[in-house]
Protein backbone atom coordinates (compact mmCIF):
# COMPACT_ATOMS: atom_id res chain seq x y z
CA UNK A 1 0.00 0.00 0.00
CA UNK A 2 1.50 3.27 -1.06
CA UNK A 3 1.76 5.91 1.58
CA UNK A 4 -0.77 8.65 0.94
CA UNK A 5 0.54 11.97 -0.43
CA UNK A 6 -1.31 15.03 1.32
CA UNK A 7 -4.23 16.79 -0.25
CA UNK A 8 -2.22 20.13 -1.71
CA UNK A 9 0.47 17.75 -3.20
CA UNK A 10 -2.34 15.89 -4.93
CA UNK A 11 -4.05 18.73 -5.84
CA UNK A 12 -0.40 20.33 -7.39
CA UNK A 13 0.36 17.34 -9.45
CA UNK A 14 -2.87 17.27 -11.01
CA UNK A 15 -3.47 20.58 -12.41
CA UNK A 16 0.12 19.62 -13.68
CA UNK A 17 -0.93 16.56 -15.09
CA UNK A 18 -4.28 18.28 -16.93
CA UNK A 19 -1.67 21.18 -17.97
CA UNK A 20 0.67 18.82 -19.51
CA UNK A 21 -2.05 17.14 -21.37
CA UNK A 22 -3.27 20.74 -22.12
CA UNK A 23 -0.58 21.64 -24.50
CA UNK A 24 -1.67 18.53 -26.87
CA UNK A 25 -5.06 18.32 -26.48
CA UNK A 26 -6.83 21.36 -26.75
CA UNK A 27 -10.51 22.52 -25.68
CA UNK A 28 -10.85 19.62 -23.41
CA UNK A 29 -10.11 20.39 -19.94
CA UNK A 30 -13.75 19.41 -18.46
CA UNK A 31 -13.76 16.55 -19.81
CA UNK A 32 -9.82 15.70 -18.95
CA UNK A 33 -10.39 17.08 -15.39
CA UNK A 34 -13.41 13.98 -14.60
CA UNK A 35 -11.48 11.64 -16.41
CA UNK A 36 -8.42 12.31 -14.17
CA UNK A 37 -10.84 12.53 -11.20
CA UNK A 38 -12.17 8.80 -12.28
CA UNK A 39 -8.56 7.28 -12.37
CA UNK A 40 -7.66 8.47 -9.38
CA UNK A 41 -10.84 7.44 -8.02
CA UNK A 42 -9.67 3.59 -9.53
CA UNK A 43 -12.37 3.71 -12.28
CA UNK A 44 -12.28 3.32 -16.15
CA UNK A 45 -13.20 6.13 -18.68
CA UNK A 46 -15.37 5.83 -21.62
CA UNK A 47 -14.94 8.07 -24.35
CA UNK A 48 -18.27 8.62 -26.09
CA UNK A 49 -18.54 11.33 -29.05
CA UNK A 50 -18.33 11.14 -33.01
CA UNK A 51 -15.01 10.15 -34.60
CA UNK A 52 -12.55 13.66 -35.13
CA UNK A 53 -12.79 15.28 -31.93
CA UNK A 54 -9.37 13.82 -30.33
CA UNK A 55 -10.50 11.42 -27.43
CA UNK A 56 -7.84 8.84 -29.08
CA UNK A 57 -5.24 11.58 -28.43
CA UNK A 58 -7.11 12.45 -25.12
CA UNK A 59 -6.13 8.63 -23.90
CA UNK A 60 -2.66 8.54 -24.95
CA UNK A 61 -1.78 12.20 -23.62
CA UNK A 62 -3.12 11.07 -20.04
CA UNK A 63 -1.16 7.76 -20.46
CA UNK A 64 2.21 9.60 -21.16
CA UNK A 65 1.86 12.34 -18.64
CA UNK A 66 0.34 9.88 -15.77
CA UNK A 67 3.92 7.75 -16.68
CA UNK A 68 1.90 4.68 -17.38
CA UNK A 69 2.54 1.67 -20.03
CA UNK A 70 0.51 2.70 -22.87
CA UNK A 71 -1.09 -0.30 -25.26
CA UNK A 72 -3.61 0.38 -27.80
CA UNK A 73 -6.18 -2.58 -29.30
CA UNK A 74 -8.06 -1.34 -32.33
CA UNK A 75 -11.37 -2.75 -31.96
CA UNK A 76 -12.97 -4.62 -34.99
CA UNK A 77 -16.25 -6.73 -35.94
CA UNK A 78 -13.16 -9.41 -36.69
CA UNK A 79 -11.02 -8.82 -33.17
CA UNK A 80 -11.31 -12.26 -30.62
CA UNK A 81 -11.24 -12.46 -27.08
CA UNK A 82 -7.62 -13.96 -26.58
CA UNK A 83 -6.30 -11.05 -28.83
CA UNK A 84 -6.61 -8.81 -25.63
CA UNK A 85 -6.61 -11.22 -23.26
CA UNK A 86 -3.44 -13.51 -24.64
CA UNK A 87 -3.55 -17.16 -24.99
CA UNK A 88 -1.44 -20.08 -24.43
CA UNK A 89 0.81 -21.19 -27.38
CA UNK A 90 2.49 -24.24 -27.75
CA UNK A 91 5.98 -24.43 -27.33
CA UNK A 92 7.87 -27.21 -29.37
CA UNK A 93 11.01 -26.73 -27.42
CA UNK A 94 9.50 -27.41 -24.51
CA UNK A 95 6.96 -29.98 -25.54
CA UNK A 96 4.19 -27.35 -23.31
CA UNK A 97 2.26 -24.40 -23.38
CA UNK A 98 3.51 -20.89 -22.52
CA UNK A 99 0.87 -18.03 -21.82
CA UNK A 100 1.33 -15.23 -24.05
CA UNK A 101 0.38 -12.04 -22.45
CA UNK A 102 -2.31 -9.98 -24.69
CA UNK A 103 -2.10 -6.30 -24.41
CA UNK A 104 -4.40 -5.96 -21.55
CA UNK A 105 -1.42 -6.72 -20.21
CA UNK A 106 -0.13 -2.55 -19.63
CA UNK A 107 -0.91 0.33 -17.11
CA UNK A 108 -3.20 2.05 -19.26
CA UNK A 109 -5.31 0.24 -22.16
CA UNK A 110 -6.93 1.91 -25.04
CA UNK A 111 -9.77 0.02 -26.39
CA UNK A 112 -10.13 2.24 -29.79
CA UNK A 113 -13.80 2.28 -30.86
CA UNK A 114 -15.06 -0.38 -28.60
CA UNK A 115 -17.93 -0.91 -29.89
CA UNK A 116 -16.84 -1.75 -33.40
CA UNK A 117 -16.36 -5.24 -31.85
CA UNK A 118 -19.07 -8.24 -31.15
CA UNK A 119 -20.34 -8.40 -27.68
CA UNK A 120 -18.47 -11.27 -26.96
CA UNK A 121 -15.07 -9.66 -27.12
CA UNK A 122 -16.29 -6.51 -25.06
CA UNK A 123 -17.19 -8.56 -22.00
CA UNK A 124 -13.10 -9.93 -22.43
CA UNK A 125 -12.50 -6.69 -20.90
CA UNK A 126 -15.25 -7.46 -17.97
CA UNK A 127 -12.72 -9.60 -15.55
CA UNK A 128 -10.06 -7.01 -16.25
CA UNK A 129 -12.08 -4.27 -15.24
CA UNK A 130 -13.87 -5.39 -11.86
CA UNK A 131 -10.69 -7.56 -10.53
CA UNK A 132 -7.45 -6.22 -12.09
CA UNK A 133 -7.04 -9.81 -13.43
CA UNK A 134 -7.54 -12.18 -16.62
CA UNK A 135 -7.99 -15.61 -16.44
CA UNK A 136 -6.84 -17.73 -19.64
CA UNK A 137 -7.51 -21.38 -20.02
CA UNK A 138 -8.13 -21.91 -16.15
CA UNK A 139 -5.20 -20.07 -15.27
CA UNK A 140 -5.59 -16.79 -13.57
CA UNK A 141 -3.07 -13.83 -14.04
CA UNK A 142 -2.56 -10.81 -11.81
CA UNK A 143 -2.56 -7.40 -14.15
CA UNK A 144 -0.69 -4.16 -13.70
CA UNK A 145 -1.31 -2.03 -10.96
CA UNK A 146 -2.56 0.37 -11.49
CA UNK A 147 -4.45 -0.73 -14.45
CA UNK A 148 -7.03 1.20 -16.14
CA UNK A 149 -9.08 0.80 -19.43
CA UNK A 150 -9.58 4.14 -21.33
CA UNK A 151 -12.13 3.03 -23.94
CA UNK A 152 -13.71 5.65 -27.19
CA UNK A 153 -16.70 5.11 -28.88
CA UNK A 154 -18.73 6.14 -31.74
CA UNK A 155 -22.58 6.85 -31.45
CA UNK A 156 -24.49 3.87 -31.47
CA UNK A 157 -26.10 5.21 -35.12
CA UNK A 158 -23.21 5.25 -36.92
CA UNK A 159 -22.98 2.21 -38.84
CA UNK A 160 -21.17 -1.04 -37.92
CA UNK A 161 -21.49 -0.38 -34.12
CA UNK A 162 -22.75 -2.75 -31.64
CA UNK A 163 -24.37 -1.51 -28.39
CA UNK A 164 -22.04 -2.34 -25.23
CA UNK A 165 -23.83 -4.64 -22.91
CA UNK A 166 -25.47 -3.09 -20.03
CA UNK A 167 -22.39 -4.94 -17.72
CA UNK A 168 -20.07 -3.87 -19.70
CA UNK A 169 -21.39 0.09 -19.56
CA UNK A 170 -22.03 -0.70 -15.52
CA UNK A 171 -17.90 -1.10 -15.52
CA UNK A 172 -17.40 2.59 -16.71
CA UNK A 173 -17.20 5.21 -13.52
CA UNK A 174 -17.79 7.33 -16.16
CA UNK A 175 -18.93 8.26 -19.88
CA UNK A 176 -17.66 11.54 -20.96
CA UNK A 177 -19.04 13.39 -24.32
CA UNK A 178 -15.75 15.88 -25.73
CA UNK A 179 -18.89 17.73 -27.91
CA UNK A 180 -16.88 20.29 -30.70
CA UNK A 181 -14.38 22.97 -29.90
CA UNK A 182 -15.20 26.49 -30.21
CA UNK A 183 -14.08 28.33 -32.89
CA UNK A 184 -11.42 29.69 -31.06
CA UNK A 185 -10.08 26.36 -29.57
CA UNK A 186 -10.34 25.14 -32.96
CA UNK A 187 -8.33 27.69 -34.42
CA UNK A 188 -5.64 27.10 -32.12
CA UNK A 189 -5.48 23.46 -32.82
CA UNK A 190 -5.05 24.58 -36.28
CA UNK A 191 -2.11 26.95 -35.17
CA UNK A 192 -0.64 24.58 -33.05
CA UNK A 193 -0.11 21.84 -35.74
CA UNK A 194 1.51 24.26 -38.67
CA UNK A 195 4.12 25.74 -35.23
CA UNK A 196 5.11 21.64 -34.82
CA UNK A 197 5.50 20.95 -38.55
CA UNK A 198 4.72 17.12 -37.69
CA UNK A 199 1.21 15.49 -36.94
CA UNK A 200 2.80 14.35 -33.33
CA UNK A 201 2.85 16.32 -30.44
CA UNK A 202 4.99 14.65 -27.59
CA UNK A 203 3.67 14.62 -23.83
CA UNK A 204 6.15 14.59 -21.28
CA UNK A 205 6.20 12.36 -18.46
CA UNK A 206 4.48 13.94 -15.29
CA UNK A 207 4.61 11.81 -12.74
CA UNK A 208 5.09 8.04 -12.45
CA UNK A 209 3.23 4.73 -11.63
CA UNK A 210 4.43 4.89 -8.45
CA UNK A 211 3.49 9.19 -7.42
CA UNK A 212 -0.08 7.65 -9.98
CA UNK A 213 -0.46 4.88 -6.47
CA UNK A 214 0.29 7.75 -4.00
CA UNK A 215 -2.04 10.01 -5.38
CA UNK A 216 -5.07 7.42 -4.81
CA UNK A 217 -3.89 6.90 -1.60
CA UNK A 218 -4.18 9.96 -0.69
CA UNK A 219 -7.74 10.52 -1.99
CA UNK A 220 -8.63 7.15 -0.51
CA UNK A 221 -7.68 9.03 3.09
CA UNK A 222 -10.53 11.75 2.43
CA UNK A 223 -13.81 11.14 4.70
CA UNK A 224 -17.26 11.96 2.89
CA UNK A 225 -20.14 13.23 5.31
CA UNK A 226 -22.87 10.64 6.07
CA UNK A 227 -25.10 13.95 4.21
CA UNK A 228 -23.43 13.75 0.98
CA UNK A 229 -23.76 10.06 0.84
CA UNK A 230 -27.22 10.17 1.25
CA UNK A 231 -27.53 12.86 -1.58
CA UNK A 232 -25.52 10.18 -3.63
CA UNK A 233 -27.84 7.21 -2.82
CA UNK A 234 -30.92 9.62 -3.33
CA UNK A 235 -29.74 10.74 -6.81
CA UNK A 236 -29.33 7.07 -7.75
CA UNK A 237 -32.97 5.95 -6.51
CA UNK A 238 -34.35 8.93 -7.86
CA UNK A 239 -33.67 7.38 -11.56
CA UNK A 240 -35.14 4.17 -10.50
CA UNK A 241 -38.59 5.68 -9.97
CA UNK A 242 -37.77 7.84 -12.81
CA UNK A 243 -41.15 7.54 -15.35
CA UNK A 244 -39.19 7.96 -18.46
CA UNK A 245 -36.34 5.11 -16.90
CA UNK A 246 -37.16 1.56 -17.58
CA UNK A 247 -33.59 0.14 -15.37
CA UNK A 248 -31.72 2.80 -12.61
CA UNK A 249 -28.61 3.34 -11.92
CA UNK A 250 -27.11 0.55 -9.55
CA UNK A 251 -25.56 1.32 -6.55
CA UNK A 252 -22.51 1.01 -8.32
CA UNK A 253 -23.49 4.07 -9.87
CA UNK A 254 -24.15 5.61 -6.34
CA UNK A 255 -20.81 4.55 -5.48
CA UNK A 256 -19.32 6.16 -8.64
CA UNK A 257 -20.77 9.92 -7.48
CA UNK A 258 -18.98 9.76 -4.01
CA UNK A 259 -16.06 8.06 -5.26
CA UNK A 260 -15.49 10.76 -8.46
CA UNK A 261 -17.11 13.63 -6.38
CA UNK A 262 -14.64 12.87 -3.55
CA UNK A 263 -11.63 12.58 -6.38
CA UNK A 264 -12.65 16.47 -7.88
CA UNK A 265 -12.85 17.85 -4.20
CA UNK A 266 -9.01 16.69 -3.64
CA UNK A 267 -8.25 17.93 -7.50
CA UNK A 268 -9.47 21.53 -6.17
CA UNK A 269 -7.51 20.76 -3.14
CA UNK A 270 -10.07 20.00 -0.21
CA UNK A 271 -10.33 17.29 2.17
CA UNK A 272 -13.59 17.19 1.94
CA UNK A 273 -16.85 17.35 -0.61
CA UNK A 274 -19.64 19.56 -1.70
CA UNK A 275 -22.46 18.59 -2.68
CA UNK A 276 -21.68 20.61 -6.18
CA UNK A 277 -18.67 18.20 -6.68
CA UNK A 278 -21.54 15.26 -6.76
CA UNK A 279 -23.21 17.44 -9.42
CA UNK A 280 -20.44 18.20 -11.49
CA UNK A 281 -20.22 14.47 -11.85
CA UNK A 282 -23.59 13.35 -12.19
CA UNK A 283 -23.79 13.00 -15.95
CA UNK A 284 -21.23 11.36 -16.91
CA UNK A 285 -21.34 8.73 -13.80
CA UNK A 286 -24.83 7.80 -14.24
CA UNK A 287 -26.16 8.83 -17.49
CA UNK A 288 -25.03 5.30 -19.21
CA UNK A 289 -26.24 3.22 -16.04
CA UNK A 290 -30.13 4.25 -16.96
CA UNK A 291 -32.23 2.01 -19.72
CA UNK A 292 -35.02 4.04 -20.58
CA UNK A 293 -38.59 3.05 -21.68
CA UNK A 294 -39.49 2.36 -25.10
CA UNK A 295 -41.47 5.36 -24.57
CA UNK A 296 -39.06 7.99 -23.58
CA UNK A 297 -36.55 6.47 -26.84
CA UNK A 298 -40.01 7.26 -29.03
CA UNK A 299 -40.05 10.84 -28.09
CA UNK A 300 -36.12 11.37 -28.25
CA UNK A 301 -35.60 11.51 -24.78
CA UNK A 302 -32.09 11.10 -23.81
CA UNK A 303 -30.46 9.98 -20.48
CA UNK A 304 -28.45 12.69 -19.93
CA UNK A 305 -31.96 14.84 -19.84
CA UNK A 306 -32.72 12.39 -17.18
CA UNK A 307 -30.13 13.11 -15.13
CA UNK A 308 -30.46 16.71 -15.01
CA UNK A 309 -34.33 16.24 -14.53
CA UNK A 310 -33.52 14.20 -11.09
CA UNK A 311 -30.77 17.14 -10.40
CA UNK A 312 -32.92 19.39 -9.90
CA UNK A 313 -35.74 17.74 -8.07
CA UNK A 314 -33.45 15.56 -5.60
CA UNK A 315 -32.53 18.38 -2.45
CA UNK A 316 -29.06 18.40 -1.62
CA UNK A 317 -27.99 18.05 1.82
CA UNK A 318 -28.27 21.41 4.11
CA UNK A 319 -25.38 20.37 6.30
CA UNK A 320 -22.63 19.46 4.09
CA UNK A 321 -19.17 21.94 4.49
CA UNK A 322 -18.57 24.76 2.40
Not at 212 to 226: F, I, K, S
Not at 229 to 242: G, M
Request: glycine residues 8%; negative net charge.
Amino acid sequence: MSTPLPVPEVAAHGRAVLDEVGTVVVGMRDPLRLALAALLAGGHVLFEDVPGLGKTLAARSLAAALGLDFRRVQCTPDLLPSDITGSSVFDPGTASFEFRPGPVFTGLLLADEINRTAPKTQSALLEAMAERQVTVDGSTHKLADPFFVVATSNPVEYEGTYPLPEAQLDRFMVRLAIGYPTADAEVDVLARRLARRTEWAPVNRVVDAGTLRAMQAGVEAVAVDHDVLRYCVDLAAATRSHPAVEVGASPRGSQALMLVGRALAVLDGRDFVLPEDVKQVAVAALAHRLSLTPQAWATGTLPQAVVRDVLEHVPGPTTARG
